[in-house]
C-alpha cells in the first residue's frame, strides 16, 4: 500500500508542444493578444488598434512571406509605429449582465495594464468601484455554493483542473487559452490558491471571478489556504492591494477577504473524483453530553469511554458539507477544525491520520487513509495542490514537482495526485538558482472523468518587470510553519 509511486514521466501523457497561442503573452504581441482567438472568446474589435499593430497580427497570421514583407514595409512608411494603445477604463457592461467579449476585453486590458501600467495606475483604468462590483457579484455566487459542490458535466463536457496560481497572471492566461476557455464544452474547476507570491494577484483573482460570474455552472472556485487573512498579511495580496488601490485599498481587500470567505471548500466532480486545496479532514468528535450519561431511568452511570481529543477519524462528506467555512482564517483549534484541514493538510506515506506538524495546521494522511476515503464515497481520484517545488524539496519521501504533478498514492480504489500550475515558481526568489518548475494542469474526459490526462506547461517568458509585495528573502519558507499568534482565529471580524 504504501508503495513508492512511479516517476510521473512514465504515468503521463507527455504535454503536448506549446501551440501556437504563446504569442499571447509575448511581449511585442500585446496589442493584439488574440490573433488566432478561441471563437468564443474572440475580442471586440478594438477601435484604437493601429494600423502597425493590425499588420502586424496579419502578418503572424499569415505564413506566407510576401505578406510580411508588404506588411514590414507598410509598418517602416508608418508615422506613428508601435507603443501600445492605453485600453479605455473598464465599465461594468450597460444592461448589468457580464459577456464573453466584456470578459476577453477585462483578460486584454489586465494583460497590457501588468506589462506598460505601473502598479498604483491601476485604478485609472480598473476603477475601485468596478474591481468591487465584481468582487461582490461573484461573491453572491459563491456564497450560495454548499461547501462541497458537486460538479456534474452534462454530457460531452470535459472537466479541467488547476492547482496553485500563486498571482502568475501571464501563466494563466496562457493556461486558460492552452486548456480551452471556460464554455459549454468545458468545465474548469480551480483548486485555490489565486493571490500571493507573484506581483498580480489581484488581476488573477479578478479575472477568474469575472468567468465565475459569466458562467457559473462551468467555472468553480475552490478556497486555498492563501485566501485567507493570516496568509495575504505575510505573502504579499494584502500590500498589494493597498499599493495598487492606496486610500482605496482597504475597502477593496475588505471585500476580497469577504469573497474568500464565500468560496466553497472541496468539490466532487461526476461522483467520481475529490478535488480540495490541501486534502482529506478530520470527523468531529462527538463528547457525550451530561445528558448522555444517564441511564434509560434517570441513573446516573459512568461512560464506558473516553474521548481522547487527539484520536482522530476521516471525517465524512456530511460533516464536510456541514463545516462553517465563513472564517478569515481556519482555526486550528476548537471544534471547527474541518475547513482548516481541508486548505492545509498533507498526504504522507506514513499511515494512518497526523497533526501536520510541519504546518501546525492540518493533517497528514497516508495511502490507508486514501484507500479509505475513496471507497467509502465510492471515488477514483483525488486531486489536491497545495504543494509546490520548494515545499517538496523538503519532503524527502513524496516526489518532486519539477512536471507540475505528482501521483503520491495509488491503492486498490483509485489515485492520490497533487497538482500545482504555478510554473516557474515562485516568482520572487532570494537565491540565483531557481526551481524551474513547470506547472500541470489535468483535464478529465467524459464518460468516467477518472482517468487524467496532464498537461504540463513551462511559464511564459520574459515575465514583465514587477516588485514584490511581500519581504520575499525573509519569507523564504512559504507557508509551511505558522505564525498561530498572528491568525485571526474564530469567526470574521470584518463590519
Ligand atoms: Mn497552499
Redesign the pocket.
Known sequence: MAQKPPPPTGTTTNPAPLPVSRRLVTPQDNTNPHPDSHKETQLPKTKSQNPTASSLAHAMSQPDSDAIVADAAAAATDPSPAPAPAPPVVEWPEGGALTRDWVAGLESTLDWCSRHLPGDRLPAVLPPALVQRLVLAAAAILHREPNLVRVDPRPGQAVVVVG?VHGQLHDVLFLLRDAGFPSEDRIFVFN??YVDRGAWGLETFLLLLAWKVLLPNCVFLLR???ESKYCTSVYGFEKEVMTKYKDQGPQVYRKFLRCFEDLPLATIIAGSVYTA??GVFRGTIVVPSKRSKKGKKGHKFEADFTVDPTAMKLGSLDELLKARRTVLDPPWEGSNLIPGDV??SDPSLQMGLSPNKERGIGLLWGPDITQQFLRTNHLKLIIR???GPDARDKRHDLLGMDNGYTIDHEVECGKLITLFSAPDYPQFQASEERHNNRGAYIVLNPPDFATPVFRSFEAVKPRPAAHPFYDFEEVIDS?EELNLDAMDSGTSSLS
Open positions: 496553485d485555490g490558491d486555498g489556504n492563501h486545496h490541501g486548505l492545509w495542490s497545495h504543494e507557508d
